[in-house]
């Protein structure tokens, strides 16, 4: 995603161009373009001048709803999930759980950053 931002025209850029920039295995590449597109992050054209590009303009993508896109839930355990709560199986109180502390602090940590950042700051100047 960063490298299509990066480009000036919102033009299609093919996925060969895409895997040969970033160093990433075409294959690995098609799976996640397609889970952008179908999430709403890209759009596609095909035949001659086609390939991916960006929907949105870069500033108006939160990291928050691409990671969780890409990457599922924030929380690192589902009982802290905020989309996708589940209470641990061997957790029998989570008010009086170290852990569930811990990791309620190191959710609301990464939900900071993500939600602080769009894909216009992770674009190389």
């Known amino acids: 995603m960063t490298y299509l931002a990066s480009q000036e025209s919102r033009q299609p850029v093919q996925i060969a161009d895409i895997a040969k920039h970033e160093n990433i295995s075409q294959k690995f ?56 709560y589940e209470k641990c199986d061997d957790c029998p109180d989570e008010n009086a759980c170290a852990v569930h502390k811990l990791m309620l602090q190191v959710r609301d940590s990464a939900l900071q950053i993500y939600r602080s950042n769009t894909l216009q700051d992770l674009i190389p100047k």
């Not at 999430?39 to 928050?64: A, D, H, R, V």
């Not at 990671?67 to 905020?82: F, K, T």
């Open 29 to 84: 590449l098609e799976s996640i373009l397609l889970t952008l597109r179908k999430n709403g992050f890209l759009g596609s054209k095909k035949g001659k001048g086609g390939g991916y590009y960006l929907i949105k303009e870069p500033n108006q993508i939160q990291m928050t709803s691409v990671m969780r896109v890409l990457e599922g839930p924030i929380a690192m355990v589902p009982c802290v999930s905020l989309n996708f």
